[in-house]
């Protein structure tokens, strides 16, 4: 789900029906607001609101395919063994990266292009 300019009490709300349809979690890109993760039950504790990175307006070339640079990147991060939160932080910064060039894919990074810091894989957690 993306939202430009919605209203996130919307935006929680519409997520909560797909969660009482089944879905384990639903994350909204919201553009330059951040994004919004939510899981669980239904309480605030389960809303978790992901600031945008900050990108100079002067900057900004173009911001089609930020929305999908994130969602592709969050996959990799949670593939990685990220956290939801942790990942949509990290998904954050390459999609902020993304509305520095022209295009769509065209203006996806590269992971050579970004701190290596970002891509670490977290240590495991024993239970």
């Given amino acids: ?9 919307a935006v929680v709300a519409a997520a909560r029906v797909l969660l009482s349809w089944g ?4 994350i909204v890109t919201m553009g330059s607001k951040g994004a919004v993760l939510v899981t669980g039950s239904g309480t605030d504790k389960d ?5 945008a990175a900050i990108v100079p307006r002067d ?3 173009d911001t089609v395919g930020a929305g999908d640079a994130f969602m592709g990147s969050f996959a990799v991060f949670t593939s990685l063994g990220h956290g939801p939160a942790e990942a949509a932080t990290r998904a954050g910064v ?7 060039k022209k ?12 701190d290596a810091a970002l891509f670490e894989v977290p240590p495991p957690v024993h239970k």
């Fill in 47 to 51: 809303v978790v609101r992901v600031p």
């Fill in 23 to 26: 879905a384990g979690g639903v």
């Fill in 103 to 114: 295009g769509a894919q065209s203006s996806y990074a590269c992971r050579s292009e970004f």
């Fill in 59 to 61: 900057e900004v070339v």
């Fill in 94 to 100: 390459v999609a902020a990266e993304s509305v520095k």
């Fill in 1 to 9: 789900m993306t939202v430009a300019d919605g209203d996130e009490e």
